[in-house]
């Protein structure tokens, strides 16, 4: 899998989700690798989309489409400033990276310190689940420079707020600070998705 994540501080939202929506219409179901997107809005109005390609190629291709620079173009003018753009090959999947029907999601980036032991935990469904039951999902995306994207699906926030509050065993603690560092969250309070339609 290959991850792309868009960011940039967007106060127009409803055009902007008028247009991400268009974009599934249109385009969802022809853009060959497109697998599915998490979009939403922070309280400081930052707006992230966290979308999902079988591969670099199928990313690359679609992104050097007329098609897609035309509707960039349109895009990329509904936002206040400079937008962010990471491409990440280096994916982990948890609980099959998340789901649609997250009520809430949290946007986790810093830097990998220890990338093979993120991969090892987000791979420890079992013990995630036991300790976070209110967590659906989650995609791990590491940048070739260490930096990581970490997309966390919950049920919904008030779950997640609760677990919050249980506090890991202390050999889990040990690890997650070691292998990450400068962390910080995006809260995407009412996010919303596109998956392609699977045939059956």
């Known amino acids: 899998m290959f991850i792309q994540i868009i960011q940039g501080t967007c106060t127009r939202q409803d055009e902007m989700r008028k247009q991400i929506d268009r974009w599934h219409a249109e385009?969802?179901?022809?853009?060959?690798?497109?697998?599915?997107?998490t979009y939403g809005f922070a309280d400081d109005d930052m707006f992230v989309a966290v979308v999902r390609f079988d591969s670099a190629e199928s990313a690359m291709a679609n992104s050097e489409s007329r098609e897609q620079s035309e509707w960039w173009a349109q895009t990329e003018a509904l936002f206040d400033g400079p937008v962010e753009f990471h491409d990440c090959a280096d994916v982990t999947l948890m609980m099959e990276g998340?789901?649609?029907?997250?009520?809430?999601?949290?946007?986790?980036?810093?830097?990998a310190a220890d990338p093979e032991a993120l991969r090892a935990m987000m791979a420890d469904t079992e013990l995630l689940h036991r300790m976070r039951p209110d967590?659906?999902?989650?995609t791990l995306a590491i940048e070739s420079d260490g930096t990581f994207t970490e997309t966390v699906a919950f049920t919904d926030e008030a779950a997640a707020r609760s677990g919050e509050q249980v506090e890991p065993p202390e050999d889990v603690r040990?690890?997650?600070?070691?292998?990450?560092?400068?962390?910080?969250?995006?809260?995407?309070h009412n996010p919303f998705f596109a998956s392609r339609a699977v045939s059956a």
């Open 174 to 188: 040990e690890q997650l600070a070691t292998a990450m560092r400068d962390v910080t969250f995006v809260d995407l």
């Open 135 to 138: 967590i659906i999902g989650a």
């Open 27 to 37: 385009r969802g179901s022809q853009v060959q690798g497109w697998l599915g997107g």
């Open 98 to 111: 998340g789901s649609d029907r997250a009520g809430f999601v949290q946007i986790i980036r810093g830097t």
